[in-house]
C-alpha cells in the first residue's frame, strides 16, 4: 500500500490517500481529522502507528506504507 498527503488551497483542507500496489485509490481523508473506520483497508490497530507516518509526511512524495 502507497500512501501520499495532498496539500490543500485556501479553504480545501490538507487530505490523505491510501493506494493498493497497483495506485487504485483505497480511501481518502482529511489529515487533521481523527482517524477512523481504518478497519475497511486493513489497517485496524495501526491509527497510532498511521498517525505518526501522516506528521513525517511531505507534501506531495508518493511514499511506501510500511506498518
Known amino acids: 500500500m ?17 493506494r493498493d500496489e497497483e495506485f487504485v485509490l483505497v480511501a481518502y481523508f482529511r489529515a487533521d481529522r481523527p482517524l477512523k473506520d481504518l478497519h475497511r483497508y486493513g489497517l485496524a490497530g495501526k491509527e497510532e502507528a498511521l498517525s505518526d507516518v501522516i506528521a513525517g509526511l511531505e ?8 506498518i
Open 2 to 18: 502507497y500512501i501520499i498527503k495532498v496539500k490543500g488551497k485556501a479553504k480545501i483542507p490538507d487530505y490523505i490517500q491510501l
Open 59 to 66: 507534501f506531495g512524495k508518493l511514499q511506501k506504507l510500511e
